[in-house]
């Protein structure tokens, strides 16, 4: 390297909290190149609901507005992806929670099968690296939704047969019948002694507990009963932007502590305190309800009529027009990432997108074909290659196999 390009390369690094002049020099790859070589694994991307209630084939290239497809997935360089199934809150008034939770297993199994030249389905983490060898996708199945089971594990026990090896253990932003959502009613302070009994079957069983959504005792207290680590799949940091989705550091130490990764959601409300103040300056955040059911949903509709219900907000992404002066780069992206990897620890620390789950992505991110971005910016904040590949998806292989076994 010539002497003025050293130089010129010195400048350029950002003086971050973990970026040095060292670790940017370690790099020996480009970006594209690295990205190209690592495992890369999203820890939250939303399939299903479209497919369900559209009709539609994840297996084709859309040309609505939604941010995933496999086609685009394999332009990311997605090698493996938690594919959360999904159960929203309209279902639970009516308590049609337990069909449309089992469907969307059975859809993603289907649709999983019929693309097998593209993806297949992963139990285990040798799995996952079985597939990616023979140039597929691995898809691991995560339930966004618990509310479902109410604590029931003999559906938890139906849900593993089919192929579920990871669950987030509130129902989305509802507190259910063992444990806390972070912004809705506290009615265990936490979990409660089913709550403990449901991780100690997830351990048993060999299943993920991922702890997204959850209030931060219930946070604390799931990482210390569970024998196994645990993850915070998708969301941000309390000490970045103050949102009640957002980790404290005290629960991220203690997910980290277990030997769990903190998944980084891509949108702005998480992590960008200037779209945040502007964004809520003008509508203010408003707690759940203190009934433990999501509000204004009526009890009396049809799953028919709930389908249709949903399916006016379907695909699940963000139209905002935001002001350039409050629109996230993915610089910023990249700083959360770095103050986490500050908190916590390069090993604990990974990416949990939340396409087609409505994030306000940044700028240079217009769906999931995008994802060598994240390398490039965190190559320009002075990683080095051995934590970037850490960061884009060895830290949820590590996981994935200490839970599952293999």
């Known amino acids: 390297m010539k002497r003025r390009d050293l130089i010129k390369g010195l400048v350029l690094v950002p003086m971050f909290g973990?970026?040095?002049?060292?670790?940017?020099?370690?790099?020996?790859?480009?970006?594209?190149d690295l990205h190209k070589d690592a495992f890369v694994m999203d820890g939250h991307v939303h399939v299903m609901m479209r497919e369900l209630l559209?009709?539609?084939?994840?297996?084709?290239?859309y040309t609505d507005a939604g941010t995933v497809d496999l086609p685009r997935a394999k332009e990311g360089g997605l090698d493996a992806m938690f594919f959360s199934v999904y159960t929203p809150e309209n279902y639970y008034p009516g308590r049609h929670e337990i069909k449309n939770t089992f469907r969307v297993v059975e859809l993603a199994l289907a649709q999983i099968e019929n693309n097998s030249n593209v993806i297949e389905l992963a139990l285990t983490a040798a799995d996952i690296k079985r597939i990616n060898k023979k140039g597929k996708m691995a898809a691991?199945?995560?339930?966004?939704?618990?509310?479902?089971?109410?604590?029931?594990?003999?559906?938890?026990r139906a849900l593993h047969r089919l192929g579920l090896r990871s669950l987030q253990l509130t129902a989305h932003n509802t507190t259910n019948a063992f444990i806390d959502a972070c912004n809705d009613v506290a009615r265990w302070n936490g979990i409660n002694d089913h709550g403990r009994a449901v991780i100690a079957e997830m351990n048993k069983l060999g299943?993920?507990?991922?702890?997204?959504?959850?209030?931060?005792?219930?946070?604390?207290?799931?990482?210390?009963?569970?024998?196994?680590?645990?993850?915070?799949?998708?969301?941000?940091f309390k000490s970045i932007v103050n949102h009640p989705r957002c980790i404290s550091d005290?629960?991220?130490?203690?997910?980290?502590?277990?030997?769990?990764?903190?998944?980084?959601?891509?949108?702005s409300t998480f992590n960008n305190p200037k779209y945040f103040d502007w964004k809520y300056s003008k509508t203010p955040l408003v707690q759940r309800s203190s009934t433990g059911v999501a509000p204004k949903l009526d009890s009396s509709l049809t799953i028919e009529q709930v389908d249709k219900q949903v399916e006016a907000d379907?695909?699940?992404?963000?139209?905002?027009?935001i002001p350039d002066e409050y629109w996230m780069g993915v610089d910023q992206l990249a700083r959360v990432i770095d103050f986490g990897v500050n908190l916590v620890g390069e090993d604990h620390v990974a990416l949990g997108s939340d396409f087609d789950g409505a994030p306000e992505l940044p700028r240079e991110i217009k769906d999931i074909?995008?994802?060598?971005?994240?390398?490039?910016?965190l190559q320009k904040l002075g990683y080095s290659e051995n934590r970037i590949r850490k960061i884009l998806g060895l830290n949820w292989l590590r996981v994935i196999r200490s839970v599952t076994g293999s």
């Open 314 to 321: 379907v695909p699940l992404v963000s139209l905002e027009r």
């Open 207 to 236: 299943m993920v507990i991922n702890v997204a959504h959850a209030s931060m005792p219930a946070i604390i207290q799931s990482a210390a009963a569970s024998t196994h680590p645990v993850v915070y799949s998708h969301g941000g």
């Open 18 to 32: 973990n970026a040095s002049p060292a670790n940017f020099l370690i790099n020996s790859l480009s970006p594209k």
């Open 54 to 61: 559209k009709g539609t084939d994840i297996g084709q290239r």
């Open 369 to 377: 074909s995008d994802y060598p971005q994240i390398t490039i910016a």
């Open 140 to 156: 691991f199945l995560d339930l966004e939704g618990g509310f479902d089971m109410d604590g029931d594990l003999n559906l938890l």
């Open 250 to 267: 005290e629960a991220a130490k203690a997910v980290a502590a277990k030997g769990g990764v903190i998944g980084i959601q891509f949108g």
